[in-house]
Nanobody, 119 residues
Framework: QVQLVESGGGLVQAGGSLRLSCAASGRTFSAYRMGWFRQAPGKEREWIATINWRGAYTYYADSVKGRFTISREYAKNTVYLQMNSLKPEDTAVYYC????????????WGQGTQVTVST
């Protein structure tokens, strides 16, 4: 079992920055990859970033590449999403997820944190 708790969301003006955190507990944090997703009202959930279990590889959706950075801090069992140059279209609920099952990807999810970017 893995428990995930996101924090750091809020209201920010366009062009601003936020850093989201996802604290993990339960299974060994270093044993699985982590991802960030988001879901805007009326839209499907969108994958935006992944970091592998060693933290050596990161992957981004085109919509956030060059603006967002995913990282992980093993000592704190935490994954971060640094979001810069935010745009109104980045407004969504952001979720972190853990990928522990080789058959079912991203099998554990946090409760989400709201990010609102104003014009």
């Amino acid at each position: 079992q893995v428990q995930l708790v996101e924090s750091g969301g809020g209201l920010v003006q366009a062009g601003g920055s936020l850093r989201l955190s996802c604290a993990a507990s339960g299974r060994t944090f270093s044993a699985y990859r982590m991802g960030w997703f988001r879901q805007a009202p009326g839209k499907e959930r969108e994958w935006i970033a992944t970091i592998n279990w060693r933290g050596a590889y990161t992957y981004y959706a085109d919509s956030v590449k060059g603006r967002f950075t995913i990282s992980r801090e093993y000592a704190k069992n935490t994954v971060y999403l640094q979001m810069n140059s935010l745009k109104p279209e980045d407004t969504a609920v952001y979720y972190c997820a853990a990928d522990t099952d080789p058959v079912q990807p991203y099998d554990y999810w946090g409760q989400g944190t709201q990010v609102t970017v104003s014009t």
